[in-house]
């Protein structure tokens, strides 16, 4: 069974502040992906980032950055320099090859 | 860009009223996800349909919830009769999903279903 765990149920941070946003998962399976997503206060669910299991290198995409460590079974988020408007639950989650497992969640709260 | 459509975007309903959800997932993509969200549970499957035929529903209560994809572009969830506990956002997701793969699913906005 997979199970995907964001042990930081709620992050306040004010404005400009690094955020560490922690996902650490388990499964069986030898391929499988990563996801990150993001809800907004409006609801809707937005795709961060896909990473495959071969592919341990860590991403940066502006203020975002992540870091897979398959030793740790880690696949954690970095907000540098956070804004208001990344306020929102951040979602972590993983399939092998049917469904989307998610975690629970993480809210963040940055405050001016 | 492309979107999954989802309607309605908000319910209030009475228990024991039927209630169906729709939604019409991007053109192409051939799985089809239910998932539900609640504060306690977050976010669990419900059921999916890889070209329209249903691959699990394991995770929807049988008895009063059903899923169905009648054609390519239109997913449906009934809830019948509904009742209190029901009451969650339910969100529809499509991607295009090789057998040796996965792809990146797009969620719609979400049904806000209340049952009063």
């Known amino acids: 069974a997979q199970k995907v765990t964001q042990a930081q149920t709620e992050i306040s941070v004010v404005e400009k502040e690094d955020v560490t946003l922690d996902c650490v998962y388990e499964?069986?399976?030898?391929?499988?992906?990563l996801f990150w997503y993001k809800q907004p206060p409006s609801g809707e669910l937005v795709f961060l980032i896909r990473r495959n299991s071969f592919d341990e290198q860590n991403e940066i995409s502006g203020r975002y950055s992540w870091n897979f460590q398959k030793s740790t079974s880690s696949f954690n988020f970095t907000i540098t320099a956070s804004q208001v408007v990344d306020s929102a639950v951040y979602f972590c989650?993983?399939?092998?090859?049917?469904?989307?497992?998610f975690g629970k969640g993480t809210m963040l709260l940055v405050s001016p | 860009d492309a979107r999954v459509t989802q309607t309605p975007r908000h319910k209030v309903t009475e228990m024991g009223q039927e209630v169906t959800m729709r939604c019409q997932p991007i053109l192409g993509h051939n799985t089809v996800f239910w998932y539900r969200q609640t504060m306690m549970q977050g976010l669990e499957l419900l059921a999916y349909?890889?070209?329209?035929?249903?691959?699990?529903d394991s995770g929807m209560p049988k008895d009063r919830f059903s899923a169905e994809m009648p054609d390519a572009t239109l997913a449906t969830l009934k809830i019948q009769p509904s009742e209190p506990r029901d009451s969650a956002v339910y969100f529809c997701?499509?991607?295009?999903?090789?057998?040796?793969?996965?792809?990146?699913?797009?969620f719609g906005a979400g049904s806000r279903l209340t049952v009063l």
């Open positions: 989650a993983l399939t092998g090859y049917s469904t989307l497992t």
């Open positions: 499964t069986r399976d030898t391929t499988y992906y």
């Open positions: 349909f890889r070209n329209r035929a249903p691959l699990d």
């Open positions: 997701a499509s991607g295009l999903i090789p057998d040796s793969g996965a792809n990146v699913l797009t």
